[in-house]
């Protein structure tokens, strides 16, 4: 079992819908989450870390579930520009950080 | 922008080369991370540098080592390369050594092995 897995879509939406992603950990000794975002052929960025409690960013909202071991990804009102991979990451404590093998999202018009 | 720089952006090599590639982090961190991402794949941790010591390590051989300088950029040697090593080579910078800290990625290093 891997130790961090999403499902690799792709994801096809149109314009206007909302999206769920969501990222499953092994480890429950694990420390923070976070979700990246990456474009083809880009580095990955940072688009929000993920708390216990919940948290929000505009369109994007992200949960963390620790008794269930998984991570959510919330897409409100997709736009074009939203079509990327999407990157679960996980660390540990120290250096480890695992990151899943990406979510693939075409927003379509 | 990051603010992370890495050099080359592109680099072609044969089998059995050796390449280094390098990365300057953002003002400010003292930590670089590496990570190989293969094709259609999530990024690999390679190994952590922390004020010029290795911080940890991932399941990669001996003949990926790094190095890291006083002003905190880094260095990814390969040694004997072989066609798997194919792959894009990510550094990140953060300003700690541990778990909690956000991790700021530079724009990669195309590597392709023939």
């Known amino acids: 079992r891997k130790e961090v897995e999403q499902d690799p879509g792709p994801f096809n939406v149109p314009e206007g819908a909302t999206v769920a992603f969501n990222c499953t950990y092994s480890n429950s000794a694990s420390q923070s989450f976070f979700w990246y975002r990456q474009d083809c052929r880009k580095e990955p960025k940072l688009l929000m870390s993920?708390?216990?409690s919940g948290n929000e960013d505009g369109r994007f909202t992200a949960q963390l579930n620790r008794a269930s071991q998984y991570i959510s990804l919330l897409i409100r009102d997709s736009k074009l520009s939203d079509s990327a991979t999407y990157l679960c990451v996980v660390k540990t404590g120290g250096f480890k950080t695992i990151f899943g093998a990406g979510t693939r999202l075409f927003v379509k018009a | 922008e990051t603010g992370v720089t890495q050099s080359p952006t592109h680099l072609i090599k044969t089998r059995g080369q050796q390449v280094t590639l390098r990365c300057s982090s953002q003002s400010g961190h003292n930590t670089v991370s590496w990570y190989q991402q293969a094709l259609g794949q999530g990024p690999q941790f390679i190994f952590q540098y922390y004020r010029e010591e290795e911080n940890g390590r991932g399941n990669f051989p001996p003949r990926f080592s790094g190095l890291q300088f006083p002003n905190y950029s880094s260095e990814l040697n390969v040694n004997a390369l072989e066609l798997d090593d194919s792959a894009l080579y990510l550094c990140a910078s953060s300003s700690e050594g541990w778990a909690t800290d956000t991790q700021y990625f530079g724009p990669g290093t195309r590597l392709t092995v023939l």
């Open positions: 993920v708390y216990s």
